[in-house]
């Protein structure tokens, strides 16, 4: 009989995270999920699994935590979803950003090259790196562009990956993932706050959104589509980085006009537009092509722009009517 295999996942409690347990689990996996230990511990994604995971302190800043659980979990597989993954919050905070989301990639990977090389490793990389775009669509071979300190620092962390791939031969591979969105979305999430707004309004408990640059535009997916994606990267032969994208690009204001008419109701009686959510350097233009993905890995998304949208607004109006009760 053949061993089960383990893996460890950074950021297991964000969206993407709980997704990806999820998933893994279903595939047999021991999974380990890695959290920072702080004073509020939010594990509202992954309560439903809590009792199925295993759950290990260690902190990206910190590279001897990182060198102990790979030490004490011994993963086959390491999935490195943990970021400072907020673009507003990397203006604010560029310096924690690059920390975490740049420096901490290349602790991981240093960690796994001492404990370890076999260790096949994942590193979420991110459309973001695109930025002012040099090419619609965007694939693996585009130039990138960043314009946020967040772009940046996904940039170092995609090429540190690369680095230690070709100079380590590490099987390490990066996803350039474009948005992908579900109900387990933050709330400062463009789509989320959507989402959540129109369920509010729906249920009057509000009666304005307020909202940024209704123009740009965005490739949308569903995040459970690209964890599948991940893991997809980590049973090939080779590494290599695919991009994970629907190839469709939607507006902020298509995707109000959709989760508005979810509820039977018009998107312009409500939204206003606020300056205050404008960014210092806009990424006006994001949309993928992963035909590599699809030859390749045999992967493509499942789930349609409005599908998501509805999904999402449909889970909204359920947990605000649950507390409501």
């Not at 990206?60 to 979990?73: E, R």
């Not at 562009?145 to 100079?167: L, M």
């Not at 369920?199 to 599948?228: F, H, P, S």
């Given at each position: 009989m053949s061993e089960q295999r383990r893996a460890l996942i950074t950021g297991i409690t964000g969206q993407d995270g709980s997704y990806l347990a999820e998933f893994l689990l279903e595939k047999g996996?021991?999974?380990f999920g890695m959290v920072r230990r702080t004073s509020t511990v939010n594990f509202e994604r992954i309560q439903h699994i809590q009792d199925k995971i295993e759950l290990v302190p260690g902190d990206l800043l910190d590279q001897v935590s990182l060198i102990q659980i790979l030490q004490q979990c011994r993963p086959h597989e390491v999935y490195n979803l943990a970021a400072q993954s907020f673009v507003p919050t990397s203006f604010q905070q560029p310096v924690l950003t690059g920390e975490c989301t740049a420096l901490g990639v290349t602790r991981m990977l240093d960690a796994i090259r001492i404990v370890d090389p076999s260790i096949r490793f994942y590193q979420a990389s991110s459309s973001e790196m695109f930025g002012k775009v040099r090419e619609v669509p965007q694939n693996e071979q585009t130039p990138f562009y960043p314009r946020s300190p967040y772009g940046v620092a996904k940039v170092y962390g995609h090429w540190i990956t690369v680095n230690y791939r070709e100079s380590y031969n590490l099987f390490a591979c990066s996803g350039i993932l474009f948005n992908h969105e579900s109900p387990r979305r933050g709330l400062e999430f463009v789509t989320r706050k959507v989402s959540y707004g129109v369920a509010r309004i729906k249920l009057g408990l509000d009666n304005e959104l307020r909202l940024g640059n209704l123009e740009?535009?965005?490739?949308?997916?569903?995040?459970?589509?690209?964890?599948?994606?991940?893991w997809l990267m980590l049973q090939q032969d080779e590494p290599d980085d695919y991009v994970i994208a629907t190839g469709e690009t939607h507006s902020v204001r298509e995707l109000c006009e959709v989760a508005f008419g979810c509820v039977g109701l018009d998107y312009r009686d409500y939204v206003r537009v606020d300056p205050q959510y404008f960014r210092p350097a806009e990424v006006d233009l994001l949309v993928g092509d992963a035909s590599k993905a699809r030859a390749k890995l045999g992967w493509k998304p499942t789930v349609t722009f409005k599908e998501l949208v509805q999904m999402m607004v449909e889970a909204d109006l359920e947990r605000l009517r649950s507390t409501l009760k």
């Amino acid at each position: 009989m053949s061993e089960q295999r383990r893996a460890l996942i950074t950021g297991i409690t964000g969206q993407d995270g709980s997704y990806l347990a999820e998933f893994l689990l279903e595939k047999g996996y021991r999974v380990f999920g890695m959290v920072r230990r702080t004073s509020t511990v939010n594990f509202e994604r992954i309560q439903h699994i809590q009792d199925k995971i295993e759950l290990v302190p260690g902190d990206l800043l910190d590279q001897v935590s990182l060198i102990q659980i790979l030490q004490q979990c011994r993963p086959h597989e390491v999935y490195n979803l943990a970021a400072q993954s907020f673009v507003p919050t990397s203006f604010q905070q560029p310096v924690l950003t690059g920390e975490c989301t740049a420096l901490g990639v290349t602790r991981m990977l240093d960690a796994i090259r001492i404990v370890d090389p076999s260790i096949r490793f994942y590193q979420a990389s991110s459309s973001e790196m695109f930025g002012k775009v040099r090419e619609v669509p965007q694939n693996e071979q585009t130039p990138f562009y960043p314009r946020s300190p967040y772009g940046v620092a996904k940039v170092y962390g995609h090429w540190i990956t690369v680095n230690y791939r070709e100079s380590y031969n590490l099987f390490a591979c990066s996803g350039i993932l474009f948005n992908h969105e579900s109900p387990r979305r933050g709330l400062e999430f463009v789509t989320r706050k959507v989402s959540y707004g129109v369920a509010r309004i729906k249920l009057g408990l509000d009666n304005e959104l307020r909202l940024g640059n209704l123009e740009a535009r965005r490739d949308w997916g569903y995040a459970g589509d690209y964890v599948r994606a991940m893991w997809l990267m980590l049973q090939q032969d080779e590494p290599d980085d695919y991009v994970i994208a629907t190839g469709e690009t939607h507006s902020v204001r298509e995707l109000c006009e959709v989760a508005f008419g979810c509820v039977g109701l018009d998107y312009r009686d409500y939204v206003r537009v606020d300056p205050q959510y404008f960014r210092p350097a806009e990424v006006d233009l994001l949309v993928g092509d992963a035909s590599k993905a699809r030859a390749k890995l045999g992967w493509k998304p499942t789930v349609t722009f409005k599908e998501l949208v509805q999904m999402m607004v449909e889970a909204d109006l359920e947990r605000l009517r649950s507390t409501l009760k």
